[in-house]
């Protein structure tokens, strides 16, 4: 151990010294130094015997914990030096987190001059943080390799300003786009765009960088704008030298919006029609009106609303799907269909909206599933601790989790039946840390806690539908843009923070505010979103497009889901695969829920099991089981082969050469065939010696090719 | 070190976190902290792992999973304490092995004259959360995670895709296997624990495609392969006819194939062709290839077939095998589990230890002949030891008095190959085989080995399906197995 004295001859005069106070001077040091840290006194059971809030989220905490913890032996008044708050970090006495402040340092000093002072706490109306300011507010670097300092300003609740970068934590989203050093100077690293994530003692603020593309060369050609998702993702295109592609032909369009709307290929028949009268907008029109799209997403909802016998048993696992069907065939305002689930009473028979309650019973999973769904807010980490990255706090979580706390849930009179009700007596949520009732209270909006008398979830959900409500229409907004374009303007789509900013603000405003203007009107926001170019737009890139992928300068392939997978199969091969548990001509995309055709083709697809409300539980890649599936696996090789099947019918029908060879294209890429791909088809038909065998080789090719398993 | 690239910003433990593990890590390479960082550094410029070079990292090209459910009794097999009281020492006797100074159970005479060949570990422990059943355990275990991290009631939850994946889906992932084989598999029949069956055993939040190839069938008889098979009226002419008109069409779309181009698709069809036209993988399952000689010397059980047909799978280029103990942990030693609370010493002596000896004795025999356990590292493990006390409850469970209950606090492990100590044993127990006395490895330890000798740094952010980040595993690879 190093004698004290040493340190001694290193402290300087106190006197001199502004005033410092622990919420303003000290507990930023104690961020910064690390102190606070996961690994460090911030772990859940501290360290070494001290405990600190994790990166300082709790203030007051810290203080009393330096203050009173150890018998108060932390400070030395009179001899600042010696106070174990000074003679740990500075590892003049042993400390198991090494070297953490030079003696003699401006942050020894604040430290050393706030003990001289009597360790003030400050006052939080005063000392506390009004807000931080980033300079400069956005950045533009011209190219890679450029950098730009960048500076953090808090300002204080009695009007007093300073500069903080140093003690700011600053970190980079996409360290490989643009990164930022220690001393906040940012370096673009490769064309792109990423965003600077500010935290300063519980403050959060966010810098959008923007690595420009330094060729020369650039000239922005113009494409038809449909409505005014066009001009807003043209305005950022034209900003960052990204060339959009034009509008996809007919043909895949066709197949692109068949399968988004309704989970199902177009007929040949339908091939035909559309490609001899290529009217886009009336066939979505035409779309949106078909029960298909009911079932398409039906099947959605049900995935997000955990439908499943696990949690509901057969009979209500079939009343919450009707439910569900209902409510999208007659196009319910999303507000009053949220509102229905949220305040549900009653028998799950004569309301199967209640069913809502059945797959998360208790009142925090259903917190949490309820501000993912419908606010795309996570509140689950702030179970344990603050939200890290956002403002959310502890307090919070079980503010909102105590909207759900009087839900009751008992069992209905037939079997398979419950019936929720309102509780009377307890259903207090307690803190964990000190046992306190805690009251509900909105996450934004009112300050105010709801009064006593107040029914609980008919509150929230006035509160959660609200137009004021700045998560609702927008996280809707954006899980619908997903749907269409392959990824969320805001992604993931349920993970909404100032951490994971859009990649588009101005356009899920804008869609935000339509949606709103619309009453929440589903098929509106749909029927906008499909008629953009954006989402008619092609696959193709060029020189200027062909790295970005989070801008929708291009469409983006999409394997078919699961479902739509088999029912694209049945659909190509005209024979459909046998369920017991549903009715013979059920397609996958009216199945009830995953367990119809459970460990089948369909799990091996990614079909989600339902088990949380999260998208990406489905999953839509490619793997080796499922191309050995599709190469040889006996499903597919039966239907190609069915009796009943299409190549059979043809082949009674005595369809030609030509006829036979348009009808598989049409049936599986939702095109005719090239000249020349015809051409190949009848060389192929006519080599072999069986021509249905042949035809049956051309059909399996089709399914197999990435044109059919791919939405393009 | 590796870093799986993703989001970064998002984790509930905050930024530096990792960093400063990482550096915590580094301590057991013998490093100093600015060596560590220059090392980082040097890693991070050139995209090749910090642990390149490391003892014993990547020497393994496969591993071979023996998964003892049920929970071997450790003192009665591995870790005899002869000294101890009757009440702890049981029935048994310890016979000399051919390491030096290390004895194991009278029952495992085989194993005895093939310890040279092996690591011995007699210091496994870990203390669970909550109840110790085996579901909880094999999940822990297998994933490096305790079930409480995915369910609130914990360790009867039937699978679900939130789950950890295990280890095998991980290594399937990360390390794809070159050519046309299988990248995991797993035999003869799930992890079981009454009616919750393959807990610990799936992909979970990896998804389906990572699942194992699962092979649930006795490969003591017959093995049927329909979807390796090339189905009868595809004969192979017509299956390469069928590929080339696949070929042309997807050429015929050269937007697609390079807006796909990172997919990988080609790869995977170029895989499931050579799997099912060559044969190769259905070869690995043909046990007829072998000579009675050798099938007699694993043994004609579901046990010893099992590892034979291991074996071949290994030696086909799989890249985990996971060989399960063919009897469920149901409590009942009569059917060969060794889930020995019922009766302990009668099932050991006449059904377990003659399989377990004479099948893992001729698997180290037969590997190390062959020169697979130059790359190939086997583990041979259950989910925990029994209590070393007969006749107490220690789960909760009932035991007979001549039975033990579970115990995780202390048990053994067989581990082999790719450059690990042979004829070594690691660790050692206290007086009564209750807890370590020196050298603990926890089960995450062993998998982080793993991970580490298959070139996977143990030190990995994955991310759940959630998107969250979360360790690969918490643990340490045991580096001392390579002294």
Not at chain 2, 259 to 272: C, Q, T
Request: with cysteine; aromatic share 8%.
């Amino acid at each position: 151990m190093k004698p004290l004295h040493l340190l001694l001859c290193l402290a300087l005069p106190a006197a001199a010294a502004d005033s410092v106070t622990f919420l303003r001077d000290v507990a930023p040091i104690l961020n910064k130094v690390g102190c606070t840290s996961g690994p460090c006194h911030g772990a859940a059971k501290g360290k070494n015997g001290f405990k600190l809030s994790l990166r300082g989220y709790d203030p007051e905490f810290n203080y009393q914990a330096l203050l009173y913890d150890l018998g108060g032996r932390r400070f030395n008044r009179a001899d600042p030096a010696q106070s174990l708050m000074l003679a740990k970090p500075t590892q003049a006495v042993p400390h198991g987190g090494g070297l953490r402040l030079e003696p003699g340092s401006a942050y020894y000093q604040t430290i050393f001059n706030w003990i001289a002072q009597g360790v003030p706490y400050g006052a939080p109306t005063k000392d506390g943080i009004a807000s931080i300011e980033m300079q400069p507010a956005s950045l533009e670097l011209a190219k890679p390799e450029e950098s730009q300092q960048i500076k953090v300003v808090a300002h204080f609740l009695d009007g007093a300003v300073r500069d903080v970068t140093k003690e700011a934590v600053i970190a980079s989203n996409i360290p490989d786009v643009a990164d930022v050093s220690n001393d906040a100077v940012v370096k673009g690293l490769r064309i792109g765009e990423a965003t600077m994530l500010v935290r300063y003692e519980g403050k959060f603020g966010t810098i959008p960088v923007t690595v420009l593309n330094p060729k020369p060369g650039f000239a922005w050609k113009s494409l038809p704008q449909n409505n005014y998702i066009d001009q807003f993702i043209d305005a950022k295109l034209k900003r960052l030298k990204i060339q959009p592609t034009a509008a996809a032909d007919d043909a895949t369009f066709l197949r692109r919006v068949t399968e988004d709307l309704t989970g199902q290929a177009p007929t040949p028949a339908e091939v035909k029609a559309f490609l001899a009268s290529p009217n886009r907008p009336a066939l979505i029109d035409n779309l949106l009106a078909r029960k298909t799209y009911v079932d398409h997403f039906t099947l959605k909802w049900g995935d997000l609303l955990q439908n499943s016998r696990k949690f509901l048993g057969d009979k209500a696992t079939w009343e919450f799907r009707e439910w569900l069907r209902d409510s999208v065939a007659s196009n319910k305002r999303y507000d009053q269909f949220v509102r229905e689930l949220l305040t549900a009473r009653g028998s799950t028979t004569d309301n199967p909206a209640a069913n809502y309650y059945r797959a998360t019973r208790d009142p925090k999973p259903t917190m949490e599933k309820t501000t993912q769904l419908f606010l795309g807010v996570r509140m689950v980490c702030t179970q344990c601790h603050d939200h890290p990255f956002e403002r959310w706090t502890q307090n919070q979580y079980y503010e909102m989790t105590s909207f759900f706390s009087t839900v009751g849930i008992r069992p209905g009179f037939e079997s398979g039946e419950e019936i929720l009700f309102d509780k009377r007596d307890d259903y207090d949520i307690r803190h964990p840390k000190d046992d306190r009732v805690m009251k509900p209270k909105f996450l934004v909006g009112s300050a105010t806690p709801l009064p006593d008398d107040a029914n609980r979830r008919q509150a929230f959900a006035e509160w959660i539908t609200a137009k004021e409500n700045p998560f609702f229409a927008k996280s809707m907004a954006n899980r619908m843009w997903s749907y269409f374009l392959g990824k969320g303007i805001i992604d993931p789509v349920d993970d909404i923070r100032a951490s994971n900013p859009p990649t588009n603000e101005a356009l899920l405003e804008a869609l935000t505010k339509d949606f709103k203007d619309h009453d929440y009107d589903m098929k509106h926001l749909i029927r906008t979103i499909v008629n953009s170019r954006a989402y008619q737009a092609g696959i193709q890139v060029n020189e200027w497009s062909a790295t970005d992928n989070i801008n929708f300068s291009h469409a983006i392939p999409r394997r078919l889901n699961a479902e739509q997978l088999m029912d694209a199969l049945t659909q190509a091969t005209g024979v459909r695969p046998d369920f017991p548990e549903v009715p013979e001509d059920t397609r996958a995309e009216e199945f009830p829920d995953p367990h119809v055709g459970k460990d089948g083709f369909l799990d091996l697809f990614g079909r989600p099991q339902r088990e949380t409300p999260a998208e990406g539980e489905r999953k839509t890649d490619l793997s080796l089981p499922q191309a050995l599936n599709l190469v040889n696996g006996k499903s597919i090789s039966d239907s190609i082969g069915g009796p009943n099947g299409r190549i059979a019918k043809a082949m009674i029908a005595g369809a030609t050469d030509k006829a036979l060879i348009e009808e598989l294209y049409m049936a599986t890429l939702s095109r005719v065939p090239t000249p020349g791909e015809l051409d190949k088809g009848i060389t192929y038909l006519r080599a072999g010696d069986s021509r249905a065998a042949r035809a049956q080789d051309l059909l399996w090719a089709l399914v197999n090719s990435k044109a059919f398993l791919y939405n393009r | 070190m590796l870093r799986i690239p993703g989001r970064i910003t998002k984790t509930c433990e905050g930024l530096s976190r990792r960093d400063l593990m990482r550096v915590g890590g580094a301590s057991l390479l013998g490093l100093n902290l600015p060596q560590f960082l220059q090392w980082k550094a040097q890693a991070a410029e050139t995209g090749v792992s910090a642990l390149k070079g490391a003892k014993g990292f990547d020497t393994a090209k496969s591993v071979l999973m023996v998964f003892l459910q049920g929970g071997p009794s450790h003192v009665d097999i591995w870790d005899p304490k002869p000294d101890a009281p009757l009440n702890i020492r049981g029935e048994f006797k310890s016979i000399k092995t051919k390491i030096p100074g290390t004895h194991i159970g009278e029952h495992m005479p085989m194993m005895a004259d093939q310890l040279d060949k092996c690591t011995l570990i007699r210091s496994m422990s870990y203390t669970p959360n909550g109840l110790f059943n085996h579901t909880a355990a094999i999940y822990q275990m297998l994933t490096g995670y305790p079930p409480d991290k995915v369910s609130p009631s914990g360790q009867l939850e039937p699978p679900s895709p939130a789950d950890f994946p295990t280890a095998g889906s991980h290594i399937a992932k990360r390390k794809p296997p070159v050519g046309p084989v299988l990248p995991f598999v797993e035999l003869p029949r799930p992890l079981q624990e009454s009616g919750v069956i393959g807990k610990g055993g799936a992909a979970g939040f990896l998804g389906k495609a990572y699942d194992p190839y699962r092979l649930y069938q006795d490969p003591n008889k017959p093995i049927q392969l329909d979807d390796l098979t090339l189905r009868k009226e595809i004969p192979p002419q017509r299956l390469k006819d069928r590929f080339e008109l696949l070929k042309g069409i997807n050429g015929s779309m050269p937007d697609l194939e390079k807006a796909l181009d990172s997919y990988a698709i080609d790869e995977y069809y170029g895989k499931a062709y050579d799997l099912v036209l060559s044969g190769k993988a259905r070869d690995a399952f043909d046990l007829e290839k072998e000579s009675e000689k050798t099938r007699d010397r694993y043994g004609r059980t579901t046990f010893g077939q099992g590892l034979l047909l291991s074996r071949r799978l290994i030696e086909s280029g799989t890249r985990f095998v996971q060989m399960n103990w063919p009897a469920v942990a149901n409590g009942n030693a009569e059917v060969d589990s060794w889930d020995t609370h019922a009766a302990n010493f009668g099932p050991l002596k006449n059904l377990h230890c003659p399989v377990l000896d004479r099948s893992l004795s001729a698997l180290l025999e037969d590997m190390s002949q062959r020169g697979l356990l130059k790359d190939t590292l086997v583990v041979a493990v259950g989910e925990f030891g029994r209590s070393p006390r007969i006749g107490v409850s220690t789960s909760g469970n009932a035991n007979a008095p001549d039975g033990r209950d579970h115990w995780p606090y202390c048990y053994s492990a067989i581990v082999a190959g790719c450059g690990i100590g042979a004829g070594q044993q690691y660790g050692e127990s206290d007086q009564t085989a209750s807890s370590p006395k020196d050298k603990p490895v926890h089960p995450n330890d062993l998998l982080a080995t793993v991970y580490y000798a298959l070139g996977i740094d143990p030190d990995t952010t994955i991310y759940n399906h959630l998107n969250q980040p979360r360790e690969l595993v918490k643990g340490k690879p045991v580096t001392g197995l390579w002294a």
